[in-house]
């Protein structure tokens, strides 16, 4: 348990009875205001789509309705936001909302207020495509090379990957021998998709090879496959954990080599871009999420980690530089730039519990509550003081007599003894 505990700077409960993981939050400059400072972006599994724009309250203000820019209501669940550019004829971050058979692309805008009001937020669809298969997550990057744009990867509950060139569709891979869907990452420098399979392994995908390989528009047969046109798909590397991931990300911290981050359930592995282990970190404790980004130590990268035991944990590669204490278990975690402070650690909880906090070095001690004092009467006080000492002098007084006692006690328990051999001597004759 850490003496320190994380600074609150701002914090919110989002809804009720709403539920949150993993990629319900993302952060960004989703209006393109040009400041340079990020907004929250929330979606939750009952539809809710929230953006706020956090700053501590003053003791003037009476409420903070200013700092959530726009709430809106789906149909469907929100399975996961991303922010990128997302529109072919615009460079402009766009925002992108993943349901579980839906993906829409939607453009944030702020029209400044003529009242006290405030600015007012609009959500615009740009475009959207309705999904075949059940969505689990997505990823997004410049796949095959792409220069000012991002394409889309949805991975489906059945094992397809589904590529979205911004508004139109690419194609899709079914990912061999797959059971169960596992967390997704695009890897830029080598341009490969990075999963765990049901197996648990890491397996790793190029795009090229995605691109060329045999159309998927049903389930492969191994049978029919090498029957078909086109090639079969096979990984680029693979790994073993022999153990369940969380999450995996690859930052963007080298340009001459790409580290793949990816937590499991009691471990911490850290690979190079071809496969091999960096270092691997045990865990002692329930990992809940992470988040790696640049370190200022060149060679380096530091780890942001919560837990199930309201911690969050830094590392520097594999060693920990500072833990401190959370009021809730995070499902994810991501840094964020406001403008009167940078490098906020934004979490968010499975109910809703939306936080804003920074590492200070205040220790969080517990002080005992004030008592009340009350005056001292010195005349009672000499009164008891000369009761003890003469019980004291009377308990030293009866201290001989003990001996004594003992002394008379072992004689006559000779004499008894003495008797009774007596009498049985005159019995035997």
Known sequence: MSLFKARDWWASVLGEGEEFDQ????????????????????????????????????????????????????????VQVELGKFVSCSELLHLAVLHPRKLSVYAVSGTAGN?????????????EHNLQRTACNMTYGPFGGVTGHHYICIQSMDGMLMFFEQESYGFGRFLPGFLLPGPLSYCVRTDSFITVSSSRQVECYRYETLAVATDADTRPDP????????????????????????D???????????SI????????????????????????????????????????????MCNHNNMLLVYQDS????????????VTVRV????????????????????????????SFFSAPKVEARELNYEELDTEMKRLQKLIREATKTQGSV????????????GYQTNKAQIHAKLNA
């Open 248 to 258: 995996i990300c690859v930052p963007n911290t080298s340009p001459l080599m790409s």
């Open 336 to 363: 964020a730039n406001f403008p009167e402070l940078k490098g906020v650690v934004v979490t968010l909880s499975s109910d809703g519990r939306l936080h804003c906090s920074y590492m200070g070095t205040d220790p």
């Open 403 to 414: 001996p004594h006692t003992h002394t008379h006690t072992h004689t006559h328990t000779q």
């Open 223 to 246: 049978d029919q496959q090498s029957k078909s046109s086109g090639k079969r798909l096979t990984a680029e590397w693979t790994l073993v954990l022999g153990e369940e991931a969380l």
């Open 23 to 78: 990629g319900c939050l993302c952060v960004g400059d989703v209006d393109n205001s040009g400041s340079g400072y990020d907004k929250i972006v929330v979606g939750s599994f009952m539809g809710m789509l929230r953006i706020f724009s956090p700053h501590p309250s003053k003791a003037q203000e009476l409420s903070e309705a200013d700092v959530q820019l726009l709430e809106v209501r789906f149909p469907e669940p929100v």
């Open 261 to 304: 981050f990816v937590l499991g359930e009691r471990n911490l592995f850290s690979l190079k871009d071809n496969g091999q282990i960096r270092f691997m970190k045990k865990l002692e404790f329930n990992p809940s999420c992470f988040l790696p980004y640049a370190s200022v130590c060149e060679g380096s990268t530091n780890v942001l």
């Open 115 to 127: 009242v006290e009001h405030g600015d007012q937020y609009q959500l615009r669809l740009v475009y």
């Open 319 to 330: 060693t920990l530089k500072w833990a401190a204490q959370l009021c809730c278990v995070p």
